[in-house]
């Protein structure tokens, strides 16, 4: 009930000690609190907070459009669902320097076991799209630097991602790589690359762990976790999948109600409503209040609750 009794500092822990165990850790993109839920229900050893998600529900694109406000409270709402450690996507750090330090403050206190700062300029864009541009070192590392001072627990995994290789090349993404990890960067996010040989070149630059980015529709074929994990990458990201397989089943739902006048042929293909209930735990609720689940869920439709379950 009520979700996470693991304190952050423990997930934070966690985090730390999954990434350098040597197993590759698979953090889907939640795309909204409860599908944290089913995230950890699946097996998976983290959840992946997405901006390109957040600023999708809210309608917009992904271009830096979305506040430090915005994505922390969405950050604190996914975290609290879960026992798994979070990572979240800060953007650009929301400003100068300075303003990364208190980005890290608050998606500190929204319970985020890491969270990523990028190297690209204002208005930003998807990394996988073309015509990026990136800040120079300088600016780079100050932000880097910025994050790794502001956070209070030293468990707080800052991973600096770096846009660099669409722009200027794969050696020049593994001499950036090596300087954020300098500047105090615990992980590092190469952004677009291209191919599994590229993941090894960057982790041939760096000793610390390193994030995979299997977005679809983008730059890099998608790789199956264990290709991955055998050129040495520690964590992958399925940052906007769950949000696509969501929105492709809503539109062809609409279609066939507006084609047929009733949603009959598609119940079968829904989430049921005793699964919803067993995911949110409404018994356990009702362990707390008798009067708040007394009542039977009509068993027409519902199946088993748990079918896809080992
Ligand atoms: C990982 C990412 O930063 C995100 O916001 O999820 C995006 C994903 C996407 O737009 O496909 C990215 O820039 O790769
Ligand atoms: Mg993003």
Do not use: W
């Amino acid at each position: 009930m009520l979700y996470t009794t693991k304190p952050a500092a423990e997930r934070r822990a966690d985090f730390r000690a999954a990434l350098s165990s040597g197993t590759i850790q698979r953090m889907p993109g939640a795309f909204n609190p409860l599908s944290a839920r089913l995230i950890e229900d699946k097996g998976f050893e983290g959840v992946y907070i997405s901006g390109a998600v957040i600023a999708a529900d809210l309608g917009l694109p992904d271009i830096g459009l979305t506040t430090l406000t915005e994505v922390a409270g969405r950050a604190a709402a996914i975290s609290r669902m879960t026992s798994l450690p979070t990572l979240v996507d800060a953007d650009t750090g929301f400003g100068e320097p300075m303003n990364v330090a208190r980005t890290v403050q608050e998606l500190e206190n929204a319970g985020v076991a890491g969270l990523h700062i990028e190297d690209q300029v204002n208005p930003k864009r998807c990394g996988h799209l073309d015509g990026k541009a990136v800040v120079g070192l300088d600016t780079a590392l100050k932000r880097i630097r910025a994050a790794a001072d502001a956070r209070r627990d030293p468990n707080l995994l800052i991973m600096a991602r770096t846009d660099v290789r669409a722009v200027e090349g794969l050696e020049a993404a593994q001499n950036r790589a090596r300087a954020l990890v300098d500047a105090g960067a615990d992980a590092i996010f190469p952004e677009a690359m291209a191919s599994l040989e590229e993941f090894a070149a960057i982790r041939a630059a760096v000793d610390v762990p390193i994030l995979a980015n299997m977005t679809e529709f983008g730059k890099s074929d998608l790789f199956s976790v264990q290709d991955l994990q055998d050129v040495g990458v520690n964590l992958v990201i399925f940052p906007v999948s769950l949000l696509r397989i969501a929105m492709g089943a809503a539109e062809r739902g609409l279609d066939e109600l507006a084609a047929s006048g009733s949603l009959k042929a598609e119940v079968p293909g829904m989430q049921t409503r005793a699964r919803l209930y067993e995911l949110i735990d409404y018994e356990g609720y009702n362990a707390f209040d008798g009067s708040v689940f007394n009542f039977t869920v009509p068993t027409q439709f519902t199946g088993p609750t748990s079918s896809t379950k080992e």
